[in-house]
């Protein structure tokens, strides 16, 4: 999925929303530095395996994922972030590492840290590493109807 695609779906959903313009970023927490975002409001996406299924989990950028914690959450007896090469033809048309948060785009479920509940809007890599997606937390909700779980800790 193209940015272009990515807004065809959230404008087909009738989603507002803005694309915000920044510096080339390869990390969550320099994107959000980038695009003068508070790390909490940014929202990363990071592909797990889990008991043998490719699933995608999103979290504040300002944190790290904790498998033990993840795996408790979802009920899972086997979880590993999964490495490049194992999804990087599973998201077409986005630079890897910048996947959007929407795994129903990919035939993956998707699950969503409870922190970011706490948050009015959240913003997220739009299929690039220089371009983000920013909307209201309840619209990407509304989408993306994920599980929602506590799994990560602060960096």
Known sequence: MSIQKLKEFLDGN???YV???????????ETAASAHIP???LAKTVVLRIDGRM????????HKLDIPLFKKAVGARDAEIAREADFRDMF??????????????YGMDVIVDA???GNAE??????????LVKL???????????????????R
């Open 122 to 131: 959240i913003a997220f890599n739009a299929c690039s590493h220089s371009e």
């Open 92 to 105: 077409p048309g986005c630079e890897v590492g910048a996947m959007p948060p929407f795994g129903s785009l």
């Open 55 to 62: 699933v995608i989990a999103v979290l504040p950028a300002s």
């Open 115 to 117: 922190l970011l509940s």
């Open 136 to 154: 209201a937390y309840a619209d990407y909700i509304k989408l993306a109807k994920p599980k929602i779980a506590s799994f990560s800790v602060l």
């Open 39 to 41: 790390g909490k409001e």
């Open 19 to 29: 694309t915000i313009g920044h510096s080339t970023a390869y990390t969550a927490q």
């Open 14 to 16: 009738k989603i507002k």
